[in-house]
């Protein structure tokens, strides 16, 4: 079945450090979302990748969206304490739902 | 955020017996999901609904039923709760399930089964 891993699993950094978290696909995608849960919070939409080599910023977030349309990335240049929580990437292949990574945790230290 | 509730929002319940979760939404969304959220395993997708009275399972549906009467309403139920359905369930919405639509999530219900 399909399957999205994403790595690390948690990270921690100093506040003003740049932050990574990588998702790989065992399966071509059609599209990449990715997702922000703050603790005790619910999952809240970021952005939506569908191009190849696709790059998309916001603000200090940058994506993209590999050559193959199989692995994706999330950067957060120079974090702040309020990107604290776990990204989730959730990739869809075709006309099948939308496949979740296990996340990443991230945790800043002021 | 979107106009979508979950009830109850935390529920103990004992092992056996049949436990019944709400979502429900103000958008009028065609699509309606139900993950649970559990440590090392991400968010994984149980039911979900296309339509009034349409419904699929989704990657971990064994134990768990659901039915959709109206739009606006999407029930998960729990046959005969296990301590293994110990877990924080969300309800998503999208407008359409094919591709390149965002879901919204609800505020999830904390659930643990004694």
């Known amino acids: 079945g399909q399957q999205v891993m994403q790595i690390p699993q948690y990270q921690h950094v100093q506040e003003g450090e740049d932050f990574t978290t990588y998702c790989n696909s065992s399966t071509t995608l059609s599209n990449i979302q990715w997702y922000k849960q703050r603790p005790g919070g619910h999952p809240v939409f970021l952005i939506q990748l569908v191009k190849s080599g696709e790059v998309k910023k916001q603000k200090r977030l940058t994506f993209q969206f590999g050559e193959a349309k199989k692995n994706s990335s999330l950067h957060i240049t120079a974090t702040q304490t309020t990107d604290v929580g776990t990204y989730f990437c959730?990739?869809?292949?075709?006309?099948?739902?939308?496949?979740f990574g296990t996340g990443t945790r991230l945790t800043v230290i002021p | 955020d979107a106009g979508i509730t979950q009830s109850p929002r935390h529920k103990v319940t004992e092992t056996g017996t049949p436990v019944t979760l709400r979502c429900h939404q103000t958008e009028n969304h065609r699509y309606m999901y139900w993950y649970r959220q559990d440590p090392g395993h991400g968010l994984r997708l149980i039911h979900y609904s296309y339509g009034v009275k349409d419904t699929d399972k989704g990657e971990v549906s064994d134990g768990y039923s659901v039915s959709r009467s109206k739009t606006e309403d999407f029930l998960l139920t729990l046959e005969s709760a296990t301590s293994s359905q110990t877990s924080v369930y969300f309800c998503a919405i999208s407008e359409s399930g094919q591709g390149y639509y965002e879901q919204y999530f609800g505020p999830g219900t904390r659930l643990t089964v004694t």
């Open positions: 959730a990739g869809q292949t075709g006309a099948n739902n939308l496949f």
